[in-house]
């Protein structure tokens, strides 16, 4: 046991915008977890931004675990985010492999694209790998886009709300117990909602949000940290996702205001004290199962 509790984030560090560790570190840490980064890759700033550079990390990952083995750590959790390369795919599954077992669990944000296209910079081939590590994982939270493309689906094709649960099951049939979609569509105008499936009862349930016309990179990485912290400090699964949807929504209220320039992400410093008040209230429903 750690008395605090301990992730491996398998993250890139991106000087400019808020995305990856620069999210995952300040968002768990508020909620009282210990962040080790096992860094992707280096960027001058996360891949958006026209003319990026990036230096790939591969060989020190291998380096950081072989080293991470000698001291003999443990954590209570496995969290991987942005995967620079096809190649760093099989470290990441040999990191899991290594420093998985049945007291902690491993949470994978396949970081592939959105609003219906791959990220710059991410091919084809990371679909694939992506796939690889889905398998291995116990939790997944890919946004629309991605959990398409992870299917094999046109991930510009349309979808229905209720077709979304099927989704998830599909999803959660290629591994993990825990899948969690979102920028998913619901049936009324103007709301967008997030869906989570347990494997293990069955139940899915659904977090409503109304949907803010603007979109900022990162805000995935700050979902998924939240509901990796949350899970970690003992919430159910719907009160996780609850608390991610109330501080993801909090920061774009927090950058929306202002003039701003939406790559640089979500002003996430001014919305931190959501990560620990108490929720305004329980807005998670159960649609499946049970
Ligand atoms: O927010 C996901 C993310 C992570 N890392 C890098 C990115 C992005 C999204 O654009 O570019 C480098």
Request: proline residues 5%; glycine residues 10%; aromatic residues 18%.
């Given at each position: 046991m750690n008395a605090v509790k301990r992730v491996a984030a398998v993250h890139d560090l991106s000087g400019y915008g808020r995305a990856s560790l620069t999210v995952v570190i300040p968002v768990l840490s508020r909620l009282g977890i210990q962040v080790c980064p096992l860094p992707t890759a280096v960027l001058s700033a996360h891949s958006e931004y026209a003319g990026f550079r990036s230096l790939d990390l591969t060989d020190f990952m291998v380096e950081t675990v072989a080293h991470w083995r000698a001291l003999g750590l443990w954590f209570d959790?496995?969290?991987s985010g942005y995967?620079?390369?096809a190649r760093q795919v099989g470290v990441v599954e040999d990191f899991f492999r290594a420093f998985g077992d049945e007291r902690n669990f491993v949470v994978v944000d396949p970081v592939l694209g959105d609003h219906g296209s791959l990220y710059p910079g991410t091919g084809e081939d990371m679909v694939a790998g992506m796939r690889r590590l889905c398998g291995r994982a116990g939790v997944i939270t890919p946004n629309l886009t991605e959990a398409a493309l992870l299917l094999g689906r046109d991930p510009r094709g349309?979808?229905?709300p209720t077709e979304i649960v099927g989704w998830c099951e599909e999803l959660s049939a290629m591994g993990p117990r825990h899948v969690i979609v979102t920028s998913a569509p619901h049936e009324?105008?103007?709301v967008v909602a997030t869906v989570a499936f347990d494997r293990v009862d069955g139940r899915a349930w659904r977090v409503a949000c109304e949907r803010v016309p603007a979109s900022?990179?990162?805000t995935g990485d700050a979902f998924a940290s939240v509901v990796t912290g949350c899970l970690l400090n003992g919430e159910s699964l719907p009160v996780a996702v609850d608390r991610a949807?109330?501080?993801?929504n909090a920061g774009i209220?927090?950058?929306f205001g202002y003039p701003h320039r939406p790559l640089d992400g979500m002003n996430q410093e001014r919305a931190m004290r959501c990560l620990d008040a108490p929720l305004p209230r329980y807005g998670y429903e159960l649609i499946g199962g049970g």
């Open positions: 959790a496995l969290y995967i620079a390369s349309r979808v229905s009324e105008e103007g900022y990179p990162g949807v109330f501080f993801v209220k927090e950058t």
